[in-house]
């Protein structure tokens, strides 16, 4: 593989002053049409970026790089895999408002999108040995929602579970039905939340001091809550510090 040294620093150094900007642009504000237009353009050069330094994290050591160069070039990628992360999380949390006329809702099984989510995180989970577990009722529930929307919000609740649930941990999700509403939780026994910062983790870049060096961008609750509140729903979380978090969601039905 031959690959001039000049672009690899050029792209190092293009990497981390993008990155740089980013994260302290997105960080003043993210509700305006511009920057979510320049977010959707830093896009293309992430994911360029992102290649290059994964070309060049394969390569072996003494074929071209020395131990210390391959090292900053991995931390590199960890880098340029956050500025992604939080790049698509702040452009879901712009698509997400709780503006109705965003929203596509038809009737969709509940049961099928909860599924769904735990097939795609059953690999993080086994990965942990996290015990990821569906109190699945009998019969298909029936729900009036946005399918992706919703599935999204149940997506970042379960994710967080495992994210910050310790290896052999449990989570347990349950569905109930009644007359006028349908009721989801989702509970873990993980490393919890502090009582002071329960009420602030809905809120945009909000993360709470217990995290150690778990990383996040602190917009998935926020696209959660808005999500939710677009159904008509309400969210509601329930934590104690080391011991485990469970976070509830009120969907009215809709007939
Ligand atoms: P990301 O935007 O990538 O999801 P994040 O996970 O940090 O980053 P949120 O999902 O918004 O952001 O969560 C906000 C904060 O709430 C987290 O940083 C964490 O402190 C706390 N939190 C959320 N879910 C849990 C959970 N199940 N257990 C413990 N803490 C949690
Ligand atoms: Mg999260």
Redesign the pocket.
Known sequence: MQIDILHILLGALLGSSIFYWYETRTKQKISSLSIEAIIHELKTPLTGLSWIFSSLSELKEGELLNRETLVLLKEGMVKIGNAL??TN?ALSALNTSPDYATYKFRNYDLVSIISKVIDENSLSAKEKSIDLYYKQGKSPVSLYCDEIKLTLAIR??V???I???PSNGKIIIDTKQSDDEIVIS?S?N????PAT?INK??NKF??????GD???????????KNIIAGHDGRIE?Q?TEGR??K?TIFLPVKK
């Open positions: 992360e939080l999380d970042n609740i994710s967080n579970a994210k910050y649930t989702v873990d993980g490393i919890g939340i910062e983790v809905f909000y993360r709470a001091h217990n995290i778990i990383s996040g961008s602190g917009l998935g609750l926020f696209i959660v979380i934590s485990g978090t976070i």
